[in-house]
């Protein structure tokens, strides 16, 4: 999953949100020196993110994809669900979208002194582009795209992965639909359990 569903499946607890959001800035145990339940979020985006990698619907997404895109397929599927996930938001949350990331981007800034380098490096990025907010429209998610692409030096061709997105829109869609739910079940007892 990318930046929006991590966030959104921390459930409103700001610890446990930090670190979901920057863990992949953390590698191995170099975790422990953080509040307790910064690391919990961190264990979270890691359990979020094997249970993703193993499940078949997201499998499906991808094998969709593999043909033209290969391994950064996966990238893919991340980026377009949280394109569904910010499109369908009030499905999701009484909080409207604009508010909820925000409201994140505050979150970010009052605990900067935490963040690890990458995730202080992107964020005067991520807050003057909004991309939280930008996933709900094509037009954000191609740019999030482009993006991908130039960071790969234009190999992974990623840039044109939106007109996928346009051509198999419902399936993919439906497909986030029926993920979701599930990864919202197992969030919500993963993190009871951590």
Not at 109 to 126: E, F, V
Not at 133 to 138: G, I, M, R, V
């Amino acid at each position: 999953m990318n930046f929006l569903a991590h966030i959104y499946l921390s459930f409103d607890d700001a610890e446990i949100t930090l670190g979901n959001f920057f863990a992949d800035h953390i590698r191995g145990n170099k975790y422990k020196h953080f509040p307790e339940r910064v690391q919990k979020g961190i264990l979270l985006h890691r359990e979020i993110d094997t249970f993703t990698d193993a499940h078949p619907i997201p499998k499906l997404s991808s094998k969709r994809l593999h043909k033209n895109y290969s391994h950064y397929s996966r990238v893919i599927v991340d980026i377009y669900y949280d394109h569904f996930l910010a499109k369908n938001w009030n499905l999701y949350s009484t909080v409207p979208l604009k508010s909820y990331t925000n409201r994140f981007y505050d979150l970010l800034k009052d605990n900067y002194a935490i963040l690890p380098l990458g995730t202080q490096r992107m964020l005067p990025y991520m807050v003057a582009d909004d991309w939280l907010y930008s996933y709900a429209k094509l037009e954000g998610i191609s740019r999030v795209l482009q993006g991908m692409d130039r960071r790969t030096q234009n190999r992974s061709k990623m840039n044109r992965a939106i007109l996928d997105l346009e051509e198999h829109y419902t399936a993919f869609e439906s497909e986030f639909t029926d993920f979701f739910k599930e990864l919202v079940t197992f969030s919500q007892e993963k993190i009871n359990h951590l």
